[in-house]
Nanobody
Framework: QVRPVESGGGLVQAGGSLRLSCAAS????????MGWFRQAPGKEREFVGA????????YYRDSVKERFTFSSDDAKNTVYLQINHLKPEDTAVYYC????????????????WGQGTQVTVSS
C-alpha cells in the first residue's frame, strides 16, 4: 500500500513559486500514477491533476494547466508539483494520492491519501 508524504508547502507572496513533493513509500509495480488534490478553507476537496510514474502521462485541471507542472522521479518514488505565478486562491492544503488505474483524469480512482502540505499565498 502506497503511503504518501507531502512536503514543500509554505507562505509565499502572490506571483511567487513553490515546488511540492510527494514521497510515496510502499509502491508496487501496479501503482500507475499519483494525483494531486487541494482543499481550501470551507471548500470541498478539488482534483488538480495527476502524473504517471513514468512521467509521460499527465492530466491537468483546466484552471491550473498554465501554471502547474507535474513531474516524477521514479527512482526516488517521488512526484512533484511545480506551481508558478501563485495566486491567493491557490491557498489550500495540497494532498497526493495514488492510483493503479490508467484513467488518471478520474478523481474517484485515487486512494491512499497523505496528510497534506499547507500552501498559503498572501496578496
Amino acid at each position: 500500500q502506497v503511503r504518501p508524504v507531502e512536503s514543500g508547502g509554505g507562505l509565499v507572496q502572490a506571483g511567487g513559486s513553490l515546488r511540492l513533493s510527494c514521497a510515496a513509500s510502499g509502491r508496487t509495480f501496479s501503482d500507475y500514477a499519483m494525483g494531486w488534490f487541494r482543499q481550501a478553507p470551507g471548500k470541498e476537496r478539488e482534483f488538480v491533476g495527476a502524473c504517471s510514474w513514468t512521467g509521460d502521462h499527465t492530466y491537468y485541471r483546466d484552471s491550473v494547466k498554465e501554471r502547474f507542472t507535474f513531474s516524477s522521479d521514479d527512482a526516488k518514488n517521488t512526484v512533484y508539483l511545480q506551481i508558478n505565478h501563485l495566486k491567493p486562491e491557490d491557498t489550500a492544503v495540497y494532498y497526493c494520492a495514488s492510483t493503479d488505474w490508467m484513467q488518471i483524469a478520474d478523481p474517484t480512482k485515487f486512494s491512499n491519501w497523505g496528510q497534506g502540505t499547507q500552501v498559503t499565498v498572501s496578496s
